[in-house]
């Protein structure tokens, strides 16, 4: 396990929608008895209009899907017997 002695986070977000996060975690891992140092720092930048877009894009193309995606019809009139096209 790793007990957290300091953690901090800092996050911007622009009007352009260019989110930018800094994350520092510093601790102490034990593991079978012994001890270590754990400096983790982390930086994330994404702009987060795009990738709103890119999920809403999922829920868009379902939606077109289920509207106008069928499966195919019988053409064959009935009474009549037709055969499977290959």
């Known amino acids: 396990y ?11 977000l622009d009007n352009l929608g ?7 975690i510093t ?3 034990r593991v079978d008895g012994k001890s270590g140092t754990v400096n983790l720092n982390y930086y994330h930048e994404e702009n987060i209009f795009t990738l709103w877009r ?3 894009f ?5 939606a077109w899907l289920e509207q106008n995606a069928r499966l ?10 037709c055969e499977e096209k290959q």
């Open 18 to 24: 260019l989110l930018t996060m800094q994350a520092n």
């Open 27 to 29: 601790g102490t891992s």
């Open 54 to 56: 890119s999920l809403r």
């Open 2 to 12: 790793m007990e957290i002695s300091r953690s901090s986070t800092k996050i911007n």
């Open 72 to 81: 195919p019809g019988n053409d064959c009139p009935q009474g009549k017997e």
């Open 58 to 62: 999922g829920d868009n193309l379902q």
